[in-house]
Nanobody, 126 residues
């Protein structure tokens, strides 16, 4: 079994920065992709960013492109989400997820992911 544990959420003013971390463990940790998603109560889960574990290639949602950066540290089994220039509309619970197998695609559909963390709250005040 795979466990994912997020950390780094909190309260920040608009224009500020936060870095989220997601540490993976179990099952000889070697996913195909790691993704970040977010969800606001009453709204659908939204894709934020994905990194291909073996190559480090990344893809970001248009809503965060240029402000957020996903990265990974294979040795630490950890994926990061650096969030800069935060806006109130970025307020959400942020989840990391692992997709264990895949092809030469960036996977943006959360329904295709196999494992999820518990989520971390990010609140951006105006």
């Amino acid at each position: 079994q795979v466990q994912l544990v997020e950390s780094g959420g909190g309260l920040v003013q608009a224009g500020g920065s936060l870095r989220l971390s997601c540490a993976g463990s179990g099952r000889a940790f070697s996913p195909h992709s790691m993704g970040w998603f977010r969800q606001v109560p009453g709204k659908e889960r939204e894709f934020v960013a994905v990194v291909t574990w073996s190559t480090g290639s990344t893809w970001h949602a248009d809503s965060v492109k240029g402000r957020f950066t996903i990265s990974r540290d294979n040795a630490q089994n950890t994926v990061y989400l650096q969030m800069n220039s935060l806006k109130p509309e970025d307020t959400a619970v942020y989840y990391c997820a692992a997709k264990w197998s895949g092809g030469r695609y960036f996977y943006t559909d959360g329904n295709t992911y196999d494992y999820w963390g518990q989520g971390t709250q990010v609140t951006v005040s105006s």
